[in-house]
């Protein structure tokens, strides 16, 4: 089975007509998505998705990863140096982690474009 199987293991079947699947072409174009992505989210979120909201979704997973890789030498930190960081620097780090996961879900719940802007 490969990546694409294990991550989305449905498949759809869509009925349109030539206009139907020449304008939702068009659309996903411009949103910078495949065509099953875009029937996805705008199914999910009840509007079209844009490429602005394609940028923020990868702006939030970069931004995961750097609170992962953060919090990863926090734990090398700590296991090395028992003691070396305050229980306050990680309560910090907790928090700042927490706001970042909170940001992440607002993208994910298909929040409008403005208010994920106001939120990012």
């Not at 609170?67 to 734990?75: K, P, T």
Request: aromatic share 4%; glycine share 10%.
């Amino acid at each position: 089975m490969g990546k694409r199987q294990k991550q989305y293991p449905k498949g759809a079947l869509v009925r349109l007509t030539n206009d139907e699947h020449m304008r939702l072409t068009s659309l996903a174009k411009k949103a910078g998505l495949s065509f099953s992505r875009f029937l996805v989210e705008s199914g999910l979120t009840g509007q079209a998705p844009t490429n602005e909201d394609r940028i923020q979704r990868e702006r939030a997973i970069l931004q995961l990863a750097r609170v992962g890789n953060n919090l990863n030498q926090i734990a090398r930190q700590l296991n090395a140096q028992r003691g070396a960081l305050g229980s306050r620097d990680i309560a910090e780090s907790l928090e700042e982690v927490q706001t970042a996961l909170e940001r992440i879900e607002v993208l994910w719940q298909g929040v409008g474009g403005e208010q994920r802007q106001s939120q990012l």
